[in-house]
Nanobody, 119 residues
Framework: QVHLVESGGGLVQSGGSLRLSCAASGSIFSIRDMGWYRQAPGKQRELVARITNGGSTNYADSVKGRFTISRDNAKNTVYLQMNSLKPEDTAVYYC?????????????WGQGTQVTVSS
């Protein structure tokens, strides 16, 4: 069994910063891509950023230049540094990872962490 545990969400004013963390634990054989998605009320879940185990990244256009994704492979942890936050960034943020747990590769999701940006 694999678990993804997120932390770092909260309430921040427009223009502020937050750093999200997501740690993977359990019966992990290997981790490939890791990423962050978000879902605002009444909207579909969308990609925010992803990072490969080699460090290549891609971002949603709406966050380019403001958000930075990184990972610590030794700690099985992915981070999302969010700067210059806007009210439209308000959403539940979910961690996602492609993890092989011995039974084969699979997509795993965290429970989500709320990010609220006030204007």
């Amino acid at each position: 069994q694999v678990h993804l545990v997120e932390s770092g969400g909260g309430l921040v004013q427009s223009g502020g910063s937050l750093r999200l963390s997501c740690a993977a634990s359990g019966s992990i054989f290997s981790i490939r891509d890791m990423g962050w998605y978000r879902q605002a009320p009444g909207k579909q879940r969308e990609l925010v950023a992803r990072i490969t185990n080699g460090g290549s990244t891609n971002y949603a256009d709406s966050v380019k230049g403001r958000f930075t994704i990184s990972r610590d492979n030794a700690k099985n942890t992915v981070y999302l540094q969010m700067n210059s936050l806007k009210p439209e960034d308000t959403a539940v943020y979910y961690c996602n990872a492609d993890i092989s747990d011995g039974a084969g590769p699979n997509q795993w999701w965290g429970q989500g962490t709320q990010v609220t940006v006030s204007s």
